[in-house]
């Protein structure tokens, strides 16, 4: 039994060795090759052109330095954000002369390009001009705002074996034909980038331009840069709706198995992290449903009589937005004062009108004395609206109740809309605001309906925002017009101030939007708290969550909710 064991040692330590051996004569001399390139990227230009149909241009400037001594730079690995390109739609050119081979790089996601007789020599410097076209499926829902395109993209960067020094790097982005200059949204920039936002301008075709530009990048790390802009400027069914956290896990474990499927303990930590962060999203989506049990149980009929703040409770609206609701309510009826919107502050004001609701009343008594706002008063005000109206919905249809209201916020949008008067148009959107606000589309509805002609400033626009004077607060350049007597129902016509209707909309969806974002610290816990109340968790029950990811040295692994993650990386 010995002899045996030991003639079977021997042989597989034989065949370990032929292994070893093949392994060494299949990927040595590349390894070996690949060691031997040694550069600098002096400069790397990429622009982004958003076009309308969803897909992409992109127009890359690299300007390489080859080290004395090293390889020559005879090809140039390109990281692309995904696989919905043709190869018949990139072109490459190296210092002017086209490249002589395109074609898929073996080392990243994304092409390479052969530079044939304009290979860079050592101590030599040479610019690489590569364009490519029509790249799809770049356009992801906006995970903030769902009348919103968002993409984000990261400009391709080289392997930190092969690159050194610093590289002078600038990302453009130009946004659709259209998108006016109040409309679009930059992202925050990469940590460590020395702008905080990015230069904004208008480019040669009249298209918005973002400028992000660092003297000092690192050639060899990943920069994410994004922007967002309102979705009717590109065509239907151009903008994707966010992945699945499970799809973002079966993506980042399939890029991360992709590139480094020669270590089995990496993907089986990258697994567990999955699941942990699974477990995170699914808690943290749990948190944010706040409607009791009770109030789904169907009854029969349509519940009347709800206000427009009751209804946003019972389709379950994010509660920062349902506090926004109530405040604007009390602007309309003069019962508060908007001292800042960033950060908030606010007053009450005295005496206080009649007639308020309770929810109301308990929200001027969260101010405090320097105008912020109590979450914890907000927070017991929150409960006892949503049990409010779960004691109205007894033995009432939620789903007819809630189609009911969802018809009174579609017939409140066409009143406004199919008024060709500016003023009676201006007035019947100031009645009917709470209930506009319901709509998904609120933002873009707005803008499109005041995008022409005036808008008479409505009678608490002086409460919204005091400092600033009718004529500077609609934006710059706004002008204040003569006004024009509109009857306030009380038998005394009161003038009220024209504003440019672009200039209004902007000013106002911009408002809503820093209101809903500021009113408190942190959306996820204050809806966690009210939901730990009114909807609580079952003893021994859990949730799931997500996780997503992306590298350079392993292959992209990018799935992300609310953008187009463009991972691009790699190089030789």
Request: charged letters at 20%.
């Amino acid at each position: 039994m010995t002899h045996i064991t030991n003639v079977n040692w021997k042989t597989c330590v034989k065949l370990l060795l032929r292994i070893l051996v093949l392994y060494g004569l299949l990927f040595v001399p590349f390894s070996t090759h690949a060691q031997d390139y040694s550069f600098s990227l002096d400069k790397e230009v990429v622009a982004v052109w958003v076009n309308q149909d969803g897909s992409i241009d992109l127009d890359y400037w690299f300007t390489f330095t080859c080290d004395r001594g090293a390889h020559p730079i005879d090809v140039v690995d390109v990281g692309l954000p995904n696989t919905h390109y043709q190869l018949s739609n990139v072109s490459a050119y190296v210092d002017g002369i086209p490249a002589i081979k395109i074609g898929k790089s073996d080392y990243v996601d994304g092409v390479e390009v052969w530079l044939g007789s304009k290979e860079i020599s050592p101590g030599d410097q040479g610019t690489v001009h590569v364009v490519i076209k029509n790249i799809g499926r770049m356009l992801y829902e906006d995970s903030q705002d769902a009348n919103y395109a968002s993409i984000q993209f990261s400009p391709t960067w080289f392997d930190g074996q092969f690159v050194h020094g610093t590289t002078d790097l600038t990302v453009r982005f130009h946004l659709p034909p259209g998108v006016q200059p109040e409309e679009p949204r930059w992202h925050g920039s990469p940590s460590g980038w020395p702008q905080e936002q990015p230069d904004a301008m208008m480019d040669d075709e009249g298209r918005v331009l973002y400028v992000w530009r660092h003297g000092s990048a690192a050639p060899d790390r990943q920069y994410l840069f994004g922007a967002s802009f309102p979705k009717q400027y590109v065509a239907e069914g151009a903008v994707q709706s966010p992945p699945s956290g499970f799809e973002v896990l079966l993506g980042a474990i399939w890029g991360f198995a992709r590139g480094c499927c020669c270590n089995p303990l990496a993907i089986i930590v990258l697994i567990a992290a999955g699941i942990v962060g699974l477990s995170v999203w699914g808690d943290r989506r749990r948190k944010m449903q706040y409607l009791p049990p009770s109030m789904k149980i169907e009854g029969v009929g349509v519940k009347r009589g709800l206000s427009a703040v009751e209804a946003a409770i019972l389709l379950e609206i994010p509660l920062n937005k349902v506090l926004t609701m109530i405040l604007f309510g009390l602007l309309k009826k003069g019962a508060i004062t908007v001292l800042r919107d960033d950060p908030l502050k606010v007053q009450a004001n005295e005496p206080l009108p009649e007639g308020l609701h309770a929810y109301e009343e308990k929200f001027l008594e969260a101010v405090k004395k320097d105008g912020t706002l109590s979450e914890s008063k907000l927070r017991t005000m929150m409960v006892d609206l949503v049990k409010t109206v779960n004691k109205k919905m007894k033995g009432f249809s939620r789903k007819e109740t809630i189609a009911y209201y969802r018809d009174i916020v579609s017939r409140a949008w066409k009143q406004v809309e199919e008024t060709d008067a500016p003023e009676v148009r201006s007035q019947r959107f100031d009645e009917d605001l709470e209930w506009t606000m319901l709509d998904d589309n609120f933002d873009d509805r707005t803008r499109r309906v005041f995008r022409t002609g005036p808008v008479y400033a409505p009678l608490w626009w002086g409460y919204y925002r005091p400092w600033a004077t009718a004529t500077s607060s609609a934006g710059s350049g706004s002008r204040q017009g003569s006004g024009k007597a509109i009857s306030t129902g009380s038998g005394k016509p009161i003038s009220m101030p024209t504003l440019p209707g672009a200039a209004f909309a902007a000013t106002f969806v911009r408002g809503v939007e820093r209101t809903a974002g500021n009113i408190v610290g942190n959306v996820t816990g204050f809806t966690s708290g009210v939901t730990k109340v009114t909807n609580p968790l079952p003893q021994g029950s859990s949730s799931g969550g997500r996780s997503s990811g992306g590298g350079s040295s392993c292959a992209c692994a990018c799935a992300c909710a609310g953008c187009a993650c463009a991972c691009a990386g790699g190089g030789r």
